[in-house]
């Protein structure tokens, strides 16, 4: 054939096909009014949320004869470290003057064993519930998931009562107690959900090549299921981190959790009000859902990456 | 019963009201290769699941070799499977897939060695042993997962629709290469599939399932010249066969089949049973026992007009106006025939079909 249409790259020789006129891609103005309103917007968005943190940062780093002059917004004169030295270890709360630092040596007291404990028990729940249907499964996880329905006020009272008869009532293993429940609804559901959309081939080849129970879930389910532990994780260590209500209920002062113990201070009515002292201490506390964040946010869109074989 | 290598006797299987499987009954001889034939929601997945020990039945019974197996464990019921989606372990190497199982099982490490290295050689995966599933094409995943089934190193092969998610050209590849394994292993196989193609050319017999029945089980060839009825006249083939509803009349004393006025001589067909006069009855023709132009001595001729014309290569498919409705033959690729020509078509009467309108049976 004369005519033949010369592939890509192959025009070079002889003369070129292409007709005058546009060709290539289609340019874009960079100030369309269509990317200013999409930036616009972007912008206007993050400044409104990184107002606060800016306040914070800065109220952090002034000495209170600066703070008083009122500017929040200009930039520390002159930089101290003093605040924040003070939030972490010299911060009174009622008759304890060892700052912050007790009470985040409490949360992860807290945190470590709740996240772990809730994650194992609702990742064999969620496991047994999407794979094992054993009999009456469909009811079990129909009231688990009711469970989560309920508001908290209306359980604390009942709860009080149980951990007191059990004589765990104050103590830091009563709260863990009480953190590992409550995130079972929610956990049981992510994991369940998960391993059901994990294909269910697997499973069965996995049980004719003779795996049990066990085998399964330690051999095959788990190495694929990265990246929902990551979700599982980030959501306990936020939520119990976070967590003022059962702190405040559950435990004595000397247990009481970050949360807690930077209410007492940014609260507490004596003397003047250390603005300084304050925003240093919130950044501290903020600081650990914060770190969780940047860090497992990588690894949970790699897990997400290196989970799956498609056919 | 010695020759009997699987045996399924009056299996049912339900959830909750819907019934899935009913009595069913069916009998694998040792070393036979048995395709389950069906299209998607017959059964024919639940019955491998059943077989396999992954599904509880609900009734009857499930032999392999001899051994009432209906309450094993997948594993002890000496099977090995392989999946559609191939089901590999995505974070082991090949080798650690091969050998998950006979590791669970504890088998001693020179004997797994043994047993992995003879599996990739048969299905030549030598290289691929240190790979992990996901750096492997869907073929290659195919065969690790054969392999698999392989090294366990059991009576009964179960093959869940394994080429189903291969691309045409691959599909035919691993198609021949299991026919290859079947003959060198000798080991009894049971094969789901959709594809009559697959169906036709891998077994020994098959077994057409249509709501949890066996609509008809024999070879290939009978399957496909003698179906026993409608649905496996119409499900087996491609083009589907020509149906021609009519009723058997008498035309001095010879029998014909009246389709919009047009008769079919049937003295040629091997009916079962006389063919009572008045019988309302579906003729099935397949296209390629239909000649076109052609002077065959004893046939009578019809009447057609070419409506559409397929070219395929090595066959050409027309599609023909006859008998007030729209039928196809199958002839040679050099024969080639224009929209609206007219021609002359005859029947090959011994190889019809011819089924009970009402029972939809072979008669």
């Known amino acids: ?311 | 019963m010695n020759n009997v290598s699987v045996s399924v006797r009056d299996l049912s299987l339900s959830f909750g009201a819907v019934t899935v499987l009913d009595t069913l009954n069916l009998d694998i001889q040792n070393g036979e290769f048995l395709v389950l034939l069906g299209a998607s929601g017959c059964g024919k997945s639940t019955l491998l699941n059943c077989i396999a020990g992954l599904l509880d039945v609900t009734d009857g019974q499930i032999f392999i070799k001899d051994r009432n197996v209906t309450w094993e464990e997948p594993k002890d019921r000496g099977i090995g499977m392989v999946f559609q989606s191939y089901a590999l372990y995505p974070q082991m190497t090949v080798e650690r897939n091969l050998s998950f199982g006979l590791r669970v099982a504890k088998l001693p490490a020179a004997e797994i060695d043994k047993r992995v290295a003879r599996a990739a050689e048969i299905l030549q995966i030598q290289p691929l042993l240190k790979r992990k599933p996901s750096e492997l094409s869907g073929g290659q995943r195919q065969r690790v997962a054969i392999g698999r089934a392989l090294v366990r190193d059991v009576d009964v092969f179960l093959f869940d629709e394994p080429l189903s998610n291969l691309d045409a050209k691959l599909r035919s590849e691993l198609r021949v290469e299991i026919k290859r394994l079947h003959q060198s292993l000798n080991n009894t196989m049971i094969y789901v599939t959709h594809d009559q193609i697959e169906a036709l050319t891998l077994a020994d017999r098959i077994a057409v399932m249509k709501s949890g029945v066996i609509q008809q089980l024999a070879d290939p060839m009978t399957i496909y010249n003698f179906p026993e009825n409608l649905f496996v006249a119409g499900f087996i083939g491609s083009p589907s066969m020509n149906f021609f509803r009519g009723e058997i009349k008498d035309r001095g004393g010879r029998k014909v089949i009246e389709v919009n006025g047009v008769d079919f001589g049937m003295e040629a067909y091997p009916a079962r049973g006389p063919l009572e006069t008045g019988r309302k009855v579906v003729l099935g023709v397949r296209p390629e026992h239909v000649k076109v132009d052609e002077n065959v001595p004893g046939q009578e001729v019809h009447d057609a007009i070419v409506d559409i014309e397929e070219p395929m290569g090595a066959d050409n498919l027309l599609w023909l106006k006859h008998a007030g409705q729209t039928m196809s033959v199958r002839i040679a690729g050099a024969r080639r025939y224009a929209p609206g020509t007219a021609l002359k078509i005859s029947f090959d009467m011994s190889m019809a079909s011819v089924f009970d309108a009402a029972t939809e049976n072979r008669i």
């Open chain 1, 1 to 311: 054939m004369a005519d033949t249409i010369p592939l890509k790259g192959q025009a070079a020789h002889g003369a070129s096909r292409l007709a005058p006129g546009p060709q290539g891609r289609k340019p874009r103005p960079m100030f369309s009014s269509r990317n200013i309103m999409i930036y616009g917007a972007l912008i206007f968005a993050a400044a409104y949320y990184l107002l606060p943190l800016y306040v914070m940062i800065v109220t952090s780093l002034k000495g209170m004869p600066e703070i008083r002059l009122g500017n929040i917004f200009s930039p520390p004169v002159e930089i101290t470290f003093e605040p924040w030295v003070k939030a972490w270890a010299t911060a009174c709360t009622g008759l304890n003057c060892d700052g912050l630092s007790r009470g985040f040596w409490n949360s992860v007291r807290i945190t470590i064993p709740s996240t772990i404990m809730s994650i194992a028990i609702a990742s064999i729940n969620g496991y047994a519930l999407a794979n094992w249907r054993f009999k009456g499964a469909d009811l079990f996880f129909t009231i688990l998931i009711v469970g989560a329905f309920i508001p908290y006020q209306v359980m604390i009272y009942p709860i009080v009562i149980v951990l007191r008869e059990m004589g765990l009532y104050g103590s830091l293993t009563g709260l863990i107690i009480v953190h590992t429940i409550f995130g079972m609804p929610i956990l049981t559901l992510l994991f369940r959900n998960y391993f059901s959309s994990l294909p269910e081939e697997l499973f069965k080849a996995a049980r004719i090549d003779g795996a049990g129970f066990w085998t399964i879930y330690f051999k095959i389910m788990l190495p694929m299921s990265l990246p929902i532990f990551v979700v599982a994780m980030i959501l306990q260590i936020t939520g119990i981190w976070n967590d003022f209500l059962f702190g405040v209920v559950f435990t004595r002062p000397e247990y009481y959790p970050m949360t807690v113990q930077l209410n007492n201070i940014v609260n507490s009515v004596q003397g003047v009000k250390e603005y300084n002292v304050n925003m240093a201490a919130t950044i501290l506390t903020g600081a650990v859902p914060l770190i969780v964040y940047f860090v497992s946010g990588r690894l949970f869109v790699r897990g997400i990456a290196a989970g799956a074989v498609k056919g």
